[in-house]
């Protein structure tokens, strides 16, 4: 399947950010993008450069993190042979190689502080010199820079140039996190849904169950879109009857009764700590807050109907099999379900 590059939602917030994208991309500026992972950086970076004049020119990307500090600069700048061990030929930067076009460097907090200063001097005079060369080359390239850094706090501690970070940040564009854009988890995860089941040559689209649209609600998306798109395709593969709405979903893939031991030098968790830390979508996700509940009696009810739901979505509704899993007697199950009254969702 081909990369998804659509942008998806309807909250203020997001899309404040993606038109504020659009009226910065036809400025032959600089533009910051931040945003935790996931958030869709990336994205924003290709929509800067396909709605501005050099969109026929060429995109070229780098990740600053994924590469040595020693390599980061021969990627950018490119070298003469012989200038150091290994270059038994020249080589274009990626500077050469955006000429005319746009240079997304993403990771940008990752730079090293000469990979910084050679950085300045290009985004400032519109020149670059090949490592182990002494002739500048003028390149005319649009700088779009990407981070889930404080890079205003990097300059602060003198870990970041200030007078780069001034140059880079005409525009800021600051992308929210998935889990303030309200509405849009709901829509998001009904079209990874519907992808996946095409995927899978579904007759249909069922949708998910409520207990699991509730769960993904509240569920607090360290990773982002990008997160939500693989637990909602992960649940709908696993899932057997298309019929019925999907009616379990994990967040922690790693999550198993056979999952290996930490080492023994780690400092072993907190039980609330590895409540919070499982995110597999159970019991630690569908816990009330206990400040919004009136009373003792009604936190105990939420929790038990959580319990139930999420079981009974894991069994695909199979009652024997989840009372097998409760420690629980069939009678009980059943008599359980009619007081929460469950009985409907499971029609």
């Given at each position: 399947?081909?990369r998804?590059?659509?942008f998806?939602?309807?909250?203020?917030?997001?899309l404040?950010?993606?038109?504020?994208?659009?009226?910065?991309?036809?400025?032959?500026?600089?533009?910051?993008?931040?945003?935790?992972?996931?958030?869709?950086?990336?994205?924003i970076?290709?929509?800067?450069?396909?709605?501005?004049?050099?969109?026929?020119?060429?995109?070229?990307?780098?990740?600053?993190?994924?590469?040595?500090?020693?390599?980061?600069?021969?990627?950018?700048?490119?070298?003469?042979?012989?200038?150091?061990?290994?270059?038994?030929?020249?080589?274009?930067?990626?500077?050469?190689?955006?000429d005319?076009?746009?240079?997304?460097?993403?990771?940008?907090?990752?730079?090293?502080?000469?990979?910084?200063?050679?950085?300045?001097?290009?985004?400032?005079?519109?020149?670059?010199?090949?490592?182990?060369?002494?002739?500048?080359?003028?390149?005319?390239?649009?700088?779009?820079?990407a981070?889930?850094?404080?890079?205003?706090?990097?300059?602060?501690?003198?870990?970041?140039?200030?007078?780069?970070?001034?140059?880079?940040?005409?525009?800021?564009i600051?992308?929210?996190?998935?889990?303030?854009?309200?509405?849009d988890?709901?829509?998001?995860?009904?079209?990874?849904?519907?992808?996946?089941?095409?995927?899978?040559?579904?007759?249909?689209?069922?949708?998910?169950?409520?207990h699991?649209?509730?769960?993904?609600?509240?569920?607090?998306?360290?990773?982002?879109?990008?997160?939500?798109?693989?637990?909602?395709?992960?649940?709908?593969?696993?899932?057997?009857?298309?019929?019925?709405?999907?009616?379990?979903?994990?967040?922690?893939?790693?999550d198993?009764?056979?999952?290996?031991a930490?080492?023994?030098?780690?400092?072993?968790?907190?039980?609330?700590?590895?409540?919070?830390?499982?995110?597999?979508?159970?019991?630690?996700?569908a816990?009330?807050?206990?400040?919004?509940?009136?009373?003792l009696?009604?936190?105990?009810d939420?929790?038990?109907?959580?319990?139930?739901?999420?079981?009974?979505?894991?069994?695909?509704w199979?009652?024997?099999?989840?009372?097998?899993?409760?420690?629980?007697?069939?009678?009980?199950?059943?008599?359980?379900?009619?007081?929460?009254?469950?009985?409907?969702?499971?029609?």
């Amino acid at each position: 399947m081909k990369r998804d590059n659509q942008f998806i939602g309807q909250s203020g917030a997001f899309l404040d950010a993606v038109e504020r994208a659009s009226r910065a991309a036809p400025m032959n500026r600089p533009v910051l993008v931040i945003g935790e992972r996931g958030t869709g950086k990336e994205l924003i970076a290709e929509r800067l450069h396909r709605l501005s004049p050099r969109w026929d020119e060429p995109l070229v990307t780098m990740n600053c993190a994924a590469l040595p500090e020693t390599l980061i600069e021969a990627e950018l700048f490119g070298h003469e042979a012989g200038a150091f061990t290994g270059a038994t030929k020249t080589r274009a930067g990626r500077f050469e190689e955006a000429d005319r076009g746009t240079l997304f460097l993403d990771e940008l907090g990752n730079l090293s502080m000469a990979a910084q200063e050679r950085l300045l001097r290009a985004v400032e005079y519109g020149e670059v010199t090949r490592i182990g060369s002494s002739r500048p080359i003028r390149v005319d390239v649009r700088i779009v820079a990407a981070t889930n850094d404080d890079l205003p706090a990097l300059a602060e501690r003198g870990e970041f140039r200030s007078d780069l970070l001034d140059r880079l940040s005409f525009e800021v564009i600051t992308l929210p996190p998935l889990r303030v854009r309200e509405g849009d988890i709901d829509v998001l995860a009904d079209y990874f849904g519907r992808r996946m089941a095409a995927e899978l040559q579904w007759e249909g689209w069922p949708g998910f169950a409520d207990h699991v649209r509730r769960q993904l609600d509240e569920y607090p998306w360290p990773g982002n879109v990008r997160e939500l798109r693989n637990v909602v395709e992960r649940a709908v593969y696993r899932w057997d009857d298309w019929s019925q709405p999907v009616g379990h979903v994990q967040f922690d893939p790693f999550d198993s009764p056979w999952k290996p031991a930490s080492p023994a030098h780690r400092k072993p968790e907190s039980p609330s700590g590895q409540a919070a830390a499982r995110g597999d979508g159970s019991l630690a996700q569908a816990a009330p807050d206990l400040d919004t509940v009136e009373d003792l009696r009604s936190a105990v009810d939420a929790h038990e109907r959580a319990i139930l739901e999420h079981a009974l979505g894991k069994h695909r509704w199979n009652q024997r099999q989840t009372a097998r899993a409760l420690g629980l007697s069939y009678d009980q199950l059943r008599h359980a379900i009619k007081r929460h009254a469950l009985m409907q969702e499971e029609e």
